[in-house]
């Protein structure tokens, strides 16, 4: 809804899971890869998924 208000809705998204340095069970970012094979596990506090992120903004964003 919030995308489409903003005119948005057509766009690609990036689905971010942030905080994964908090999470100790490895199984469940395996399933998060698994149910979610696009999106990006990582952490903004070590690091870990912030390249791969930036990679992917740079290949979704209009050309100026």
Same mark, same amino acid.
Do not use: W
């Given at each position: 809804?919030? &995308? ?26 395996? #399933? &998060? ?8 596990? *990582?952490?903004?506090?070590? *690091?870990? *998924?912030?390249?791969? &992120?930036?990679? #992917?903004? #740079?290949?979704?964003?209009? #050309?100026?």
């Amino acid at each position: 809804k919030q &995308l489409a208000a903003l005119g948005c809705a057509d766009r690609e998204t990036i689905l971010f899971f942030n905080k994964a340095d908090r999470c100790a069970d490895d199984t469940v970012i395996a #399933r &998060l890869h698994n149910r979610y094979p696009r999106a990006i596990v *990582g952490s903004a506090v070590n *690091g870990t *998924g912030c390249d791969e &992120l930036k990679t #992917r903004i #740079r290949e979704i964003m209009p #050309r100026a």
